[in-house]
């Protein structure tokens, strides 16, 4: 019997869209022959709004990219800065980066748990997810004033030292997020009703993840080892030890377990952090840029000017976002703003890949499997 093939909108704004995108789907019957991505909705000109703006007031819209995983955001950012001026950063400070960064590693995995059960019709999760979130969020709190736009990594290391009584609660919520984790393995993992709806979902050959420009934990759930905290090492990762973990089966369900063993690690990398972060407060005396120094000394910040002026020059530096392979290219012709910036955001890279991944399954499937992609769409649109 020939039948005429259906043309479906999912989207512009849609419960399991994660913001506002639209999916063009041509359907045989139930089954997706062609999935078409319809972004832009929330393009912003972020990367010419960097041109406006001097190097230091770009930071906070680094804040409203990624928006769950902020952090990561600014830090990418600063960390080109650096290299881009030869900006030396106080040991006390890349410590403290790194706890902000490995602590929004698991907030970011926390709210892709939760988002992806509650798509699939489970809510407990996202219940669950939220309470551990809360308590990152106040540590968060205490460290800089705010929740989610944190502004906090600066140019030089961070904006103020942690407060007193910070490590103690960092101390609590390590202890308490490990046995969190094994709750969350024994809800879900096992669960044959999850599994049924993950395992074998969203299969891509592992060459295709690559060619697409797959990085994160999407990726190193098709069995590449591929993390940038390894292979290009920044910041103290290279005296931290943990692994990079990675699954070989390229579904749903090995893209959800790279997260899972994910969060233990950063459990890992916090403990040594926490013990091996110099105790005293160094100060540095560098000097940048134009501006004259004031003299003030700070506890975890070399003194960085409001207006700088970095050499003629460019460069691209990267890191390891929770969602990926996160870059930022910077063009300097010597004045006080960007010439150019280009950002990689590992979300618009890792969302291209959903039309190969999603031919020949159902709608409810193509929610499964871009919910293990983990995009932002403030992230893909910039």
Known sequence: MKT??????????????????????????????????????????????????????????????????????????????????????????????????????????????????????????????????????????????????????????????????????????????????????????????????????????????????????????????????KLEPYSVYPDLDFKVCVRNEGDSFARYMVRIDEMRESLHILRQAVDQMPQAKPVSLAKYGIAPMTGASTAVSTYFPRIFTPPPGEVYSRIEAPKGELGFYIVSDGTIKPYRIKIRSPSFCNLTAIPKMVEGLMIPDLIAAFGTIDVVLGDVDR
Do not use: W
């Open 4 to 229: 005429d093939e259906l043309l479906i909108n999912m989207g512009p704004v849609h419960p399991s869209t994660h913001g506002v995108l639209r999916f063009k789907l041509t359907m045989d019957g139930e089954i997706i022959r062609k999935c078409e991505i319809v972004m832009g909705y929330l393009h912003r000109g972020t990367e010419k709004l960097g041109e406006m703006k001097t190097y230091m007031q770009f930071v906070p819209y680094t804040d409203r990219l990624d928006y769950i995983s902020a952090f990561p955001n600014n830090y990418a950012y600063t960390k080109a800065v650096e290299e881009l001026a030869g900006i030396e950063v106080p040991l006390r400070a890349e410590y403290i980066r790194v706890i902000t960064l490995e602590l929004n590693r698991i907030v970011n995995h926390l709210v892709m748990l939760g988002s992806l059960l509650l798509d699939l019709g489970a809510s407990t999760m996202i219940m669950y997810g939220f309470r551990e979130r809360e308590n990152a969020l106040q540590l968060f709190e205490m460290l800089c004033g705010a929740r989610m736009t944190f502004n906090y990594i600066r140019p030089g290391g961070v904006r103020e030292d942690m407060p007193e009584g910070f490590i103690p609660k960092l101390n609590e919520f390590i202890n308490d997020m490990e046995k969190r984790i094994d709750d969350y393995e024994q809800l879900i993992s096992g669960n044959e009703i999850f599994m049924g709806r993950m395992k074998g979902i969203g299969v891509m050959s592992t060459q295709d993840a690559i060619n697409y420009g797959m990085t994160g934990p999407s990726l190193r759930g098709h069995g590449v080892n591929y993390d940038i905290r």
